[in-house]
């Protein structure tokens, strides 16, 4: 029973999932997770392959980011490893409202990895950044990242029926929010 609790003990503990400031030597590590089909048909913005140098160019926007305010970008540390990348971003004019963004690496998947980072940097942007908004939109093909956000206490706030065409298909665009 005892050595039983401890093993779970230690199972908990090394499954940590922390987020934390970007550091240049990050891109790398990114740049594999993103180039994946599944991992960036979803994200807008991108094309596949990832270039290193895109990578790097966001990380490196991410770590300026910070001092105008334009963005609070996080790299997601998985049980010691690179498992993403959260993001707060496109500020509103007062920037008391941010997008949030998040990319998981395949091999990370499902493992409450998006749902816990997510937890993190809405905590991050109420205490620390005194938002009172905080929002995200997701296409309808991407259940996954509807749940992730709404085990992370998001709010669906509306769908933007057929809001876009992917290959032959239409998509929802489904809005998310949470409010201080
Ligand atoms: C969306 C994404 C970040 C989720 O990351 P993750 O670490 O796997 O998320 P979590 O493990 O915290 O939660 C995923 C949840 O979705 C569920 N899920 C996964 N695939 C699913 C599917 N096809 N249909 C329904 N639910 C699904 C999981 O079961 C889990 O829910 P549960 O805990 O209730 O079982 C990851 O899939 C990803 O990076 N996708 C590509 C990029 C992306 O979509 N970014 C967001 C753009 S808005």
Not at 157 to 172: A, C, F, L, P, Q
């Amino acid at each position: 029973m005892q050595v039983g609790f401890i093993k779970f003990y230690f199972f908990v503990l090394k499954m940590k999932v922390e987020i934390r400031k970007p550091k240049l030597s990050d891109a790398k590590a990114l740049q594999k997770l993103i180039s994946d089909k599944d991992v960036i048909k979803q994200i807008s913005g991108y094309s596949y392959p990832c270039p290193l140098s895109r990578m790097k160019k966001d990380v490196n926007d991410g770590i300026k980011g910070r001092k105008t305010k334009k963005s609070y970008s996080f790299t997601i540390i998985f049980d010691n490893e690179i498992a993403g990348s959260v993001m707060l971003e496109e500020p509103n004019e007062d920037k008391g409202c941010y997008d949030l963004g998040f990319f998981i690496g395949k091999i990370f998947w499902n493992k409450g990895i998006a749902t816990e980072a997510i937890k993190q940097i809405i905590e991050f942007g109420f205490k620390k950044l005194k938002l009172y908004r905080i929002q995200a939109d997701n296409d309808s093909d991407n259940p996954a990242s509807s749940r992730a956000m709404e085990k992370a206490g998001l709010k669906l706030e509306g769908v933007r029926k057929k809001y876009r065409k992917k290959g032959n298909k239409y998509v929802d665009l489904m809005l998310w929010g949470i409010t201080k």
